[in-house]
């Protein structure tokens, strides 16, 4: 229709703990009057966007900034079959505090995206529980079991659309803007020497999956290698889906220094989450007016 107001889209992107800065992205482009009428998330872009999208934004912002490493641990079911994490707590939680509604309930367009282990293939999740693909979604190989969907058994989005541009562009989106969680960080996988670093919480977790180095070098646990090596390929996909899948503005958040298990350091993140709509504002309003 001649006139219309075009469509904008908002991919939020995977990358684990730092992906509480999506919702600083959120958070100042409402301040500056700019609102999706689209949203698309993979793995921790899934888990806030549909927050977001069923208006919990604020308490979802609440929860994460007073997580201290000990409520995350809580959170942590462990498992020795398919994950080193089941997943059901963190999202029997997010059930019952944030999203337990059906696709169709919600009141903006919103999807997700989740890779079929058995083919590679990637599964857009829009229809159904928003808890159980978020859940999919997030269902990062190794780290948490897979989750049993509509006879399909999904992992983590990430290994197949890190940062969902197509998928917003195909839910009628005519501008996107995408959040690339990984542009500044494509391993930065640290040997450490000595003592760990303060609250370090992940070397009091998973402790017993390290092993010491030659020369009293601590060689990184199974976690840690197996994080590193999953956001490398994340890295690598992202980047080359979109050269071919461009967003209208790319926002870049500088979160090398957090790591992908600190999700105790979401006020850190969401600021930084600010800061990247800050730095592309020009951007954004060149992109909505043209």
Same mark, same amino acid.
């Given at each position: ?57 604020? %308490? ?9 490493? %000990? ?17 059901? %707590? ?111 919480? %992940? ?88």
């Amino acid at each position: 229709m001649a006139g219309a107001k075009p469509k904008l889209g908002i991919a939020l992107g995977s990358g684990s703990a730092r992906g509480w800065a999506h919702i600083g992205v959120l958070r100042a482009l409402a301040e500056a009057g700019v609102e999706p009428d689209i949203v698309c998330g993979c793995s921790i872009g899934a888990f806030v966007g549909a927050a977001y999208v069923n208006g919990d934004l604020a %308490k979802l912002e609440d929860w994460v900034t007073a997580l201290g490493w %000990k409520d995350v641990l809580g959170m942590f079911d462990v498992s020795l079959r398919g994950g080193l994490i089941k997943g059901e %707590k963190l999202i029997e939680f997010f059930s019952r505090n944030f999203v337990d509604h059906d696709f169709s309930a919600l009141p903006k367009p919103f999807a997700c995206v989740a890779t079929d282990l058995e083919t590679g293939r990637e599964i857009w999740l829009k229809e159904g529980s928003v808890a159980a693909a978020v859940r999919a979604s997030i269902a990062l190989p190794g780290l948490f079991t897979p989750s049993e969907h509509d006879g399909r058994l999904l992992v983590d989005g990430g290994l197949v659309n890190p940062v969902p541009v197509s998928l917003c562009r195909a839910l009628g989106a005519d501008i996107v803007i995408a959040v690339d969680l990984g542009s500044d960080r494509a391993g930065h996988l640290r040997r450490r020497n000595g003592t760990p670093p303060p609250d370090n919480w %992940k070397q009091r977790l998973w402790q017993r999956l390290g092993r010491n180095g030659a020369n009293g070098e601590e060689l990184p646990s199974l976690v840690e290698v197996l994080m590193a090596s999953i956001h490398i390929v994340q890295v690598r996909i992202s980047r080359s889906r979109l050269a071919g899948e461009p967003a209208d503005v790319a926002l870049e958040p500088r979160l090398a220094q957090i790591g992908l298990m600190d999700y105790h350091r979401g006020a850190e993140a969401i600021d930084e989450g600010r800061a990247a709509v800050e730095r592309m504002w020009p951007g954004i309003r060149y992109a909505l007016e043209n």
